[in-house]
């Protein structure tokens, strides 16, 4: 008989039914979705001197000139958000007239500020700062590189090309500011660095496990209980990605007898949940085997929504309807 699954994952965010959950449902399973991490912003009030300052870049010793950032590279929604967030910050400030409120001198400099970014999502959600803010100095006007570029290799050649041919003096020499991440490939920056282009990084945001998982498990487990309490003894429970399951693991333990890869533990067997783990993929079951000593019982032959309902329900013995 199908049980209950837990799918160690942020739900589908489109506003249509989750891919994941229907699959299982499809198959008789009850599955529920609980995201594991979550992202904060970083450096915000670094951002929000650099935003002030329009583009220009803050000199240093020895300096004659005064310089000003040839763009902004923007690759991910989060990076998105933190600009966002230092715009609504300034516009209260500058409403309310708190200390360090008022528009930088020439803040108007980043209308023509190139603001380069990975795909069409990105640049919809940079453009929308604007159309929230229309009276803001401080939002991105100049979005360029969402249909030609679809990852990070492909924006690099672009600015590359766009520089050199926007710029009189050529790419060479030009310094962008680089919103990123916690976690960043190399391969925008050994391009750009190749090509003579100088950038400043800023991490502007960070991943970390989700506050709330444990609040939002119990309340899970809580809805299922109240459907059918009999039906809440049989689970398994599903690992997308190894930077999760350390921070996970430990909650889950205190209401799930998890089984562990070397010796079953049995000593909470009568009063926890029967659980059953699985992974999207081997590199995460390779993780939870050897780092954290958990059996898995199925990996995904392909990290797809029916290839993992498949391989679950090949170990209990369900046949396709």
Known sequence: ?????????????DGGPDKYEEAFHARGYRAVSIPVLETVHTNVEKLATIVRRAGRIEQQAGDVQDRRYTGVIVTSGRACEAWRHVVEQLAWEEKGGHEGAGAGAGAERWSTIPFYTVGQATASALSAIHHAFPSSPYTPQDVRGATESGNSEKLAHFIVADLSSSV???AKGRRLL?????????????????AGI????????????????????????????????????????????????KHVSPILSKH???????????????????ARLAAIGPTT????????????DVVAAQPNPDALVEGIASFDGIEKP
């Not at 799930?256 to 029967?274: C, H, I, V, W, Y």
């Open 1 to 13: 008989m199908p049980g209950d699954v837990l799918l160690l994952r942020s739900p589908s965010e």
């Open 168 to 170: 009189p003096s050529g």
């Open 178 to 194: 680089y919103l990123t991440g916690d976690k960043n490939r190399d391969t925008l920056p050994s391009i750009l660095k190749d």
């Open 198 to 245: 100088e950038l400043d990084n800023l991490q502007v945001y960070a991943t970390q496990g989700s506050s709330r998982f444990e609040d939002d498990l119990m309340n899970a487990l809580e809805g299922v209980q109240a459907l059918d309490a009999d039906y809440d003894e049989h689970w398994w429970i599903v690992y997308f990605a190894p930077s999760s399951a």
């Open 256 to 274: 799930f007898s998890m089984p562990a890869a070397e010796k079953p533990d049995a000593q909470n067997a009568g009063t926890l949940r029967r």
């Open 285 to 296: 079951s390779a993780y939870l085997e050897a780092e954290l000593h958990l059996q898995v």
